[in-house]
């Protein structure tokens, strides 16, 4: 009688804070429910919706599951790549094609060890179709490189642009920080490339000596958020900063945006990264955040069920459990609200908008949840 | 030996939370002292620096000082309007002619009664010629319309447009607040008119039936702080709102900014004022705040002695102690510091820069103070 998941699902739950039954919560424009749409996953990273309504979800430890629509079922999917699941690396983000329909491509972006056998690693994306809850006809797009023995910042999220384009966000590896301002490299680079890995033409730096082809723009940390505007088209990506400095920009093509050479942070435990915030010839952010709220995913809001949050941006926030809602109007930031503070105890990794327009956040926790906000009736 | 002013502030400091004694404050972009300039003020609502760097200040209760260009002397002014000094009434705000030292003008804004001795009062703003440290060549040049018994909502602030042009930034009087949203009247407006009184040819609404023609935009609810932004020349206001919704607005002529019609924020108590914060045909605040942090004055900081801070807004708050610094770059706003909250314990009402690129706040309590902030060496 009982199905043995969702028993299992509402006894994890009696040991968080968060509890099945929801929670509601009065936001300053909308009042709604937050509730446990799926648990039991294992520090999961990343998250698409399928045509369907069911979901994809990553473990950054390497697995990837199917959810059914109601939150219920989940099924492993076979064939997916070795992955470096150390510290910040593993199996990050993964979203699907804009013709999956017909297509039934799948990407997903990882930590990936060196071909040689080394010790280095780089975050790849690889994309395969989608069979039965497996991945055929596998094939790595992108390789960022150089390899690099190095467990932090890999980024990384996926977003296909209007036409078609796949941007993929990546981190500086850290230690390599200041190639975050070197062209002949992919540390602290947001790339451009086709679905099948090839390279657009009108890339910024196709032609130039020295530089990768697949550069889009530079000078970035580690960009874990990413989303296409809604009405302008435009890539906005958010990236996690270092003590003080998260940062939310509109990469262009081929602009540098700064780090290290300019923020508005400080290194952990206080030491001084830079004593510039603004310099010329480096773009900068359209909003940043001191202290850090230690930025993830994000995500425009296009939907129905909450109109006073139409066309505004949520990012997600690991350090205070908070999802950071900037209220935007014709381009402009009025406003930033702190949604979820009080409420949930969780890191929060990635946010997306469902078919049905509610939205949905991941929790990076080692039980962690898919959690639904939706209209308090 | 010893001026007796100068003890008596010594004393005065000493039983208050501020110090004569400068605290050292960590901003994110500077380090500054606070320390006291002048203090034993009763109230004090409005400033201006002379051209000799002395101040003028205002006492709501209707008394106008002259204090010394270090802080150390007072004199009153003789010769000011009677006020009603009553509740959020009396002498406001107080600036100069930007041709002072030829004219000798200074420009004051207050809550006159009514002339025909009843009870309804309003704003008024009175020019007089500064002679030895009295008012002569007196002239009312604006009342606001109508007379109302209320003491409450007054605004204001006096700004000069680089044309020449004085803006006086007013309030919806509380309980007329309907009235914002009608042109018959002065409540909840912001006027323009010339030094002298007269209308401007081109003000939005002249010729206009039905319409004051002293009206540069309406729908305001109480603005309480205004400054000319020093790239653009164009007027930035700041209006305290209800409970949330306290607004930065850039008022253009003949503009609606939607009180009480549209707000972020609910009536104190959690009353709806408005179910709609968008509408059409009335303008978005440039930025808000909710909760409200209880705006009065503001000034774009455009000195050196703090290189990051050109260019950035400032606004004082009455509420939580504190000034908010708006980081702009090139018309936007990319982040909001608090400064203070945690050194200041006192109802900041104003904030100028001084002609030696310091910041001057001015807390209103029954023993005010003139703060001096600067750069910690
Ligand atoms: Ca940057
Ligand atoms: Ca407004």
């Known amino acids: 009688m009982f199905n043995r998941k969702l028993v299992f699902t509402a006894l994890l739950a009696a ?8 929670d509601t919560v009065e936001t300053e424009r909308h009042k709604v429910t937050v509730s446990t749409f799926a648990d039991g996953f294992t520090n999961p990273w990343g998250m698409t919706f399928l045509p369907d309504n ?9 697995d990837l599951y199917w959810v059914s629509e109601n939150g219920q079922y989940r099924e492993k999917i076979s064939g997916t790549p070795e992955v470096v699941a150390k ?15 017909s297509n039934q491509w799948v ?30 006809d596998k094939e ?16 990384s999220r996926l977003v ?18 200041d190639d975050a301002q070197t062209l002949d490299n992919h540390h602290g680079k947001v790339v451009r490339i086709w679905p099948d890995g090839s390279i657009p033409e009108d890339n910024p730096f196709v032609g130039q000596d020295n530089a990768l082809d697949e550069i889009w723009s530079y000078g970035h940390r580690n960009v874990q958020g990413a989303d296409i505007h809604p009405d302008t088209g435009e890539l906005w990506t958010v990236e996690h900063g270092p003590q003080g400095g998260d940062e939310v920009n509109i990469p262009k093509a081929g602009k540098n945006y700064g780090w290290p050479e300019i923020t508005y942070g400080v290194d952990y435990g206080g030491a001084i990264i ?4 603004v310099k010329e010839g480096m773009e900068q952010p359209f909003y940043y955040w001191v202290p850090s709220i230690a930025t993830a995913g994000a995500t425009f809001y296009t939907g129905d069920a909450f109109p006073d949050w139409k066309g505004d941006f949520f990012v997600a926030a690991l350090k205070s459990s908070l999802v950071a809602r900037l209220d935007l109007y014709e ?8 949604l979820f503070e009080d409420t949930i105890d969780a890191r929060i990794r990635d946010i997306n908008q469902g078919p049905d327009g509610f939205l949905y956040l991941l929790t990076d926790e080692s039980n962690g949840s898919i959690l639904q906000i939706k209209p308090a009736d």
């Open 160 to 177: 296909f642009s209007p036409e078609g384009h796949l941007f993929v966000t990546l981190g500086d590896r850290y230690s390599r920080m």
């Open 140 to 155: 790595v797009i992108f390789r960022q490189a150089p390899k690099y023995e190095s467990n932090a910042h890999f980024g």
């Open 107 to 136: 990407y997903i972006s990882y930590s990936e060890p060196a071909q040689d056998g080394g010790k280095g690693n780089s975050t790849a994306v690889m994309r395969a179709k989608l069979v039965d809850k497996a991945f055929t």
């Open 274 to 277: 830079s004593e510039d915030a």
């Open 87 to 101: 510290s910040q690396g593993g199996l990050l983000d993964v979203t699907i094609d804009p013709d999956f329909e």
């Open 15 to 22: 040991s968080t804070s968060m509890t099945a039954v929801a």
């Open 331 to 338: 381009g402009r930031m009025m406003h930033e609200e702190r």
């Open 54 to 62: 069911s979901v994809l979800v990553t473990e950054r430890s390497g």
